[in-house]
């Protein structure tokens, strides 16, 4: 878990990379940076936890280091769709950048989608709120990332990424 936070992180740092939106860009950069912290942290708890056996408070403290990195991550991903809807820049030629970019044109694609269509079969009321009963919630990016089919076979069988493994040959 702690590995793929810092999956996220080089996720968050090239999006933020070639964002366009100033202020987007150093949300997220704070995002990722606040992963990093709390994914080296549960890193490490993981590891002393592994040496000193089970106990009840050293499970508490990798639980709740494990929420804190869902939060996080979460963070991320909702700075990252800010940065996406405001708008990206060129990527290089870097395959991760490509990916990444990829990545993001298709949740865009398919947010512009569903908006398109939540136009078109309005359900408005006579004051022209949208009703809440039927209304499909937009896609985010991490309902795109939970989408993704898993990748067993790309992925480490240890927590440090392995040279020529992209970004996204993981899922969360």
Known sequence: ?????????????????????????VEL????????????QLGIVARVKAVT???????ELLLSNVQNLVRAVQHVLRAAEAACVKG???????????EVA????????NLTQHRAKEALNSDRDELG?????????????????????????????????RKGHTIMDRHL
């Open 1 to 25: 878990i702690a590995s793929d936070g810092q999956v996220v992180v080089q996720f968050g740092n090239i999006l933020a990379k070639h964002c366009l939106d100033q202020r987007c860009s």
């Open 29 to 40: 950069l704070r995002a990722a940076e606040h992963t990093q912290s709390v994914s080296s």
């Open 53 to 59: 056996g089970e106990s009840k408070a050293s499970s």
């Open 88 to 98: 990206l820049g060129q990527a290089s030629a870097d395959p991760e950048e490509e």
């Open 102 to 109: 990829a990545f993001c044109q298709q949740w865009r694609k």
């Open 129 to 161: 709120l949208r009703k809440t009963r039927g209304a499909k919630a937009e896609p985010t990016l991490m309902s795109l990332v939970q989408e993704q089919p898993p990748r067993s076979r790309n992925i480490p069988k240890h927590p440090n990424p």
